[in-house]
């Protein structure tokens, strides 16, 4: 049985990958969820001390990206670069997404190394060559299977569509060299049975296993009726298939071929975040090239639902391609990161709306966390001069909050950290976080503060003292989500100077009391959630 990215023998690296995301135009809403996705995971990895590698990066070859290319009169070289230089990394640099590396398709570190995997499985009798005639999709990069297709309507009356792109489909017919994938069925249904957590959701599991029931064709791997790909090492009269070429990147980022020692030390993933719509590639094809090479198979392939606007997947042929910009611009870098992953349950579809997106931002940032941080930091200010005051009169009250602080670091870290529940770890903590907003309604440090006895001031320290640190450990927990917010909260409270960066502390270490140093300087900062203006036009 096939090793996974769960049983890496000697390996360190906790590694992430997003899908390589195509050129053909500037990213939109579902590239960034998934990228955010991958960068909270890594984020919080490495807040428990693990050495972590993070890859995102440009799917470059291919019939889509040439016809884009040739659509606005530039090569397909140039049209690639022009689109990673100016929208692709600067928007992951604008979402504060801290990748460890960025591959591209068309470097030279890349594709080398897809010719050499390729040939050594022509070599091994992997790959024949043969015809093939069928339904192709151009927008999908890919052969479609006749019961797939949906049949058009008004302008595309009479033809079938892609259910994805709902344009039509092209009938190709050429030579080819084929991969032998029929033969890999029963292998994967063996290890898909021994893995039950290979593919997620279950849902995304149940349809790869019966897909793979009905019996695997093999899979065609070059294409000689275009020229903007790879080309096949030994007829240079085909390009390799760009879905071959593609997930090659997963190896070739880490060293395949030219860097053993971090290619042991990080290969395979242990997760793979896709969106659904390429589930078959990642979860059949690439296991399946692996298992001909005898390369170990990654931990997990997550699917991550749609974004849905109106009822229509996100995309920019359905018209509903919103720009990441345009919420940033309004809502705040990191009430964006916060907002998708804490509105829509990861692996589902879900629905976006500008209402709901205000609606929680008010209620839940603003409000609940936003108002904590500013209302403990006044008092602090107003009671005790911005010194952090000691903790001498703990009760029951005191027990409990330091228990819900304990357990929301375990939730959390179990939900965000191993079963990619971003959701419910994000929930986990906003629960703290509305407890000790009950907390001090319940204790009403400002009517404690006017008892001006010894017992009154130590009991009006101890709930300062309580909320203080409450929001160092709810700082540490969201420095993941909401990195920029964070650091501020951190400032704000005097731990920098105290206890050091912010991206040092540990997750695990959240949950533990008295951290935060008596005389500490507390300051009421900028607020961490401004008040949102009217919505633009």
């Known amino acids: 049985m096939a090793a996974t990215g769960s049983e890496k023998q ?37 807040q428990r001390g693990e050495k972590v590698w993070y890859l995102t990066g440009t799917d470059e070859h291919g019939q889509k990206i040439m016809r884009t290319a040739e659509a606005n009169n530039v090569t397909p070289q140039a049209w690639a670069d022009k689109l990673v230089e100016e929208a692709w990394k600067p928007l992951w640099e604008h979402l504060n997404i801290a990748n460890d590396d960025f591959i591209r398709t068309t470097e ?59 344009k039509p489909v ?22 898909y049975a021994a893995n ?24 065609s791997i070059s294409r000689s009726t275009f020229d903007w790909g790879v080309p096949v090492p030994w007829d240079d009269k085909h390009v390799i298939y760009v879905w071959i070429d593609a997930l090659l990147n997963y190896a070739t980022a880490v060293g395949y071929g030219a860097n053993q020692e971090k290619f042991d030390g990080t290969f395979p993933a242990n997760v793979h975040l896709i969106g659904k719509d390429i589930l078959r590639f990642h979860s059949v094809i690439w296991p399946a090239m692996l298992m001909a090479q005898g390369l170990p198979l990654p931990g997990k392939v997550v699917a991550n639902g749609w974004l849905m606007v109106g009822g229509e997947k996100m995309s920019k042929s359905n018209l509903t391609g919103i720009k990441p910009q345009d919420l940033t611009s309004h809502f705040g870098v990191d009430a964006y ?45 107003k009671y005790f001069g911005g010194a952090l005051p000691e903790d001498t009169a703990a009760g029951d009250a005191e027990r409990a909050v330091r228990e819900g602080l304990a357990n929301a670091v375990a939730t959390a870290d179990r ?24 907390y001090i309604t319940e204790q009403e440090p400002w009517k404690v503060a006017k008892d001006t006895t010894p017992e009154g001031q130590a009991r009006l320290a101890t709930i300062l003292y309580t909320a203080a640190e409450s929001l160092r450990g709810v700082a540490v927990l969201l420095n993941s989500v909401m990195p920029e917010t964070s650091q ?7 731990a920098e100077e105290s206890l050091g ?25 900028a607020v961490l959630f401004p008040r949102l203006e009217e919505k633009p036009a």
Request: proline share 4%; hydrophobic share 35%; with cysteine.
């Open 10 to 46: 000697g390996a360190t690296a906790y590694y992430v990958s997003t899908p390589i995301y195509y050129v053909n135009d500037a990213p939109h809403l579902g590239h960034a969820y998934t990228t955010v996705a991958g960068d909270v995971l890594t984020r919080w990895h490495r």
């Open 108 to 166: 030279k570190r890349h594709t080398d190394r897809v010719q050499e995997f390729v040939q050594d499985l022509y070599d091994k009798g992997e790959i024949y060559k043969g015809g093939y005639e069928g339904p192709y999709c151009v927008g999908c990069e890919e052969y479609k299977l006749p019961g797939d297709l949906i049949d058009g309507e008004g302008e595309f009356a009479g033809q079938k569509l892609c259910p994805i792109h709902k």
């Open 170 to 191: 092209e009938l190709l017919k050429e030579e080819n060299y084929f991969f032998k994938l029929s033969e890999y069925g029963p292998k994967l249904l063996e290890f």
């Open 196 to 219: 039950p957590g290979f593919i997620q959701p279950e849902s995304a599991r149940n349809e790869v296993v019966n897909f793979v029931e009905q019996g695997l064709q093999d899979l």
């Open 337 to 381: 990161r916060w907002y998708f992953l804490r509105a829509i349950a990861y692996g589902s579809d879900g629905s976006f709306s500008w209402e709901d997106f205000s609606a929680r931002y008010t209620s839940e940032l603003a409000n609940d966390y936003g108002n904590l941080a500013s209302r403990v930091a006044a008092m602090v200010g």
């Open 415 to 438: 939900k965000i950290g191993e079963e990619l529940d971003f959701q419910g770890g994000i929930l986990a903590i906003f629960d703290f976080v509305k407890q000790v907003n009950g």
């Open 488 to 494: 501020k909260l951190w400032e704000s409270l005097g």
């Open 501 to 525: 960066a912010l991206a040092d502390q540990k997750v695990q270490d959240a949950g533990a009391w008295g951290i935060l140093p008596v005389g500490a300087t507390v300051t009421k900062g």
